[in-house]
């Protein structure tokens, strides 16, 4: 049996971090929905930079929706809302077969919207209305300016993907947002099932701190932080607040994890994948990781060290886990704009090329 399809039976979700308009095309989506268990797809600018950038599968339509008037974001969204649709659509019979629980794709706000809350909040609503799939998350950042946002957004009915989540105590910020949204659901006599994941990034977190930790701990950061989250996000689960909402109707917030694409070339490629087979979350992986993962038939066990250890441990050799967080969403920010202003400026040159020819 393929690990893909261990991790499945274990209770986690595997769902693809990447959409390109050939994986939909050439049937490979659907291929990995049928032979590797992936049950839903993420996506982010960066995704779609690469995609738009590095082929021609999506000239045609620039070129069209060019003759039409678009241009920057209105024509991006254009494509980008087309594609996931498409996703969407093959993700619904895993949509409709887990009551909605599973078969999931997302769509990102403009990350230049990322310290605005009222922008965002109104950017998230007509994506998910223009989108018009029931399956379909937008993604809001977990930045505090970010949560008021996310939890008016589960409160109008707007299901959401709460992205660039470095730590648990950022991970608890966003779970309260969004229970706040449902709790008012609840308050004005709605129905309370408005689906949502919060996204844990993990690899980054060694990246940062790899100059910095002794051979011993090395690649260890992220699965810390992850475990430690895990453990606030079973508490919550535990929690009088939320078995009472759960009462009404309402459905769980998934822990999802994300940036699970090992970055050390020395380590497996199937790294955090395996460290982090945890039942009841979710693991957006890179196309890379998956065809990784796909060739093993075993799940290997991961460190039996808790999480509070190792953390304990990188606290002695000086690394304040805290200062790194607000330094890693701070990066975050400022990467998902950068990549956010090159796929404007690729989809500007193609246009401009396409418009000559």
């Not at 999480?307 to 441990?313: N, R």
Request: glycine letters at 6%; one cysteine or more; charged letters at 25%.
């Amino acid at each position: 049996m393929k690990a893909t399809r261990k991790l499945h039976d274990l209770g986690q979700s595997l769902w693809l971090d990447n959409i390109t308009r050939d994986l939909l095309d050439s049937g490979t989506l659907k291929r990995y929905i049928e032979e590797l268990s992936i049950t839903g797809l993420t996506s982010n600018p960066t995704i779609f930079d690469l995609a738009i950038k590095n082929s021609a599968d999506y000239d045609g339509a620039i070129g069209r929706k060019v003759k039409e008037g678009k241009s920057g974001e209105a024509l991006f969204f254009d494509l980008a809302i087309e594609d996931l649709r498409r996703a969407a659509d093959l993700f619904r019979p895993v949509f409709d077969r887990t009551n909605g629980v599973d078969g999931w794709v997302s769509l990102e706000v403009s990350p230049l919207l990322a310290r605005n809350t009222a922008e965002t909040l109104a950017a998230a609503k007509a994506l998910h209305k223009r989108a018009d799939r029931p399956n379909l998350f937008i993604k809001i950042p977990g930045t505090r300016e970010g949560l008021p946002a996310i939890e008016e957004a589960i409160f109008s009915g707007v299901p959401v993907n709460v992205t660039l989540l470095f730590s648990a105590e950022q991970y608890a910020a966003a779970a309260d947002a969004y229970l706040r949204g449902i709790e008012r659901r609840i308050e004005a006599g709605l129905n309370p099932d408005v689906g949502s994941v919060a996204s844990i990034f993990v690899s980054r977190w060694d990246v940062a701190v790899a100059s910095k930790a002794p051979d011993a701990l090395r690649n260890r950061l992220g699965i810390a932080i992850a475990g430690q989250t895990y453990e606030k996000y079973r508490a919550l689960l535990d929690s009088p607040r939320w078995q009472r909402i759960a009462n009404s109707g309402a459905r769980a917030q998934r822990l999802l994890w994300a940036s699970t694409g090992t970055k050390d070339p020395n380590a497996s490629a199937v790294l955090y994948v395996q460290a982090l087979a945890l039942p009841f979350t979710i693991n957006t992986m890179p196309e890379a990781t998956l065809k990784a993962l796909s060739t093993h038939d075993e799940l290997s066990a991961s460190s039996s060290a808790s999480a509070a250890e190792v953390l304990a441990e990188f606290a002695k050799a000086g690394i304040d886990s805290g200062a790194v967080a607000a330094q890693l969403l701070e990066e975050g920010v400022q990467s998902f704009a950068k990549s956010w202003n090159n796929l404007l400026a690729c989809i500007a040159s193609k246009s401009e090329t396409l418009t000559a020819a």
